[in-house]
Nanobody, 116 residues
Framework: EVRLVESGGDLVQPGGSLRLSCEASGFNFDNSVMYWLRQAPGKGLEWVALISERGHSTDHRASVKGRFTISRDNAKNTLYLQMRDLKTEDTAIYYC?????????RGQGTQVTVSS
């Protein structure tokens, strides 16, 4: 059974930083492209970042480039999202996922709230 458990979400002020983690189990993590998705209040699910199986290739949506960094530790079956210079528009529930579609397996999410 695929299991994805996110953690690290919090309330932070604009300009602050957070590091999200996602512990994966139940599948071959090191053979899987992994994603971070997010859903802001009243909006649809959107792709934030992706990372290749070995971590050699990454991509980030334009609005977070230069501020967010996706990474992974295959020895620990863990996915990360380092977030810096957070903005109010980054407020959302963040999910780690095995794909970018609504139907892709994902965790329960972790809440990130950026507010002064």
């Amino acid at each position: 059974e695929v299991r994805l458990v996110e953690s690290g979400g919090d309330l932070v002020q604009p300009g602050g930083s957070l590091r999200l983690s996602c512990e994966a189990s139940g599948f071959n993590f090191d053979n899987s492209v992994m994603y971070w998705l997010r859903q802001a209040p009243g909006k649809g699910l959107e792709w934030v970042a992706l990372i290749s199986e070995r971590g050699h290739s990454t991509d980030h949506r334009a609005s977070v480039k230069g501020r967010f960094t996706i990474s992974r530790d295959n020895a620990k079956n863990t996915l990360y999202l380092q977030m810096r210079d957070l903005k109010t528009e980054d407020t959302a529930i963040y999910y780690c996922a095995m794909g970018s579609n609504e139907d892709s397996p994902r965790g329960q999410g972790t809440q990130v709230t950026v507010s002064s």
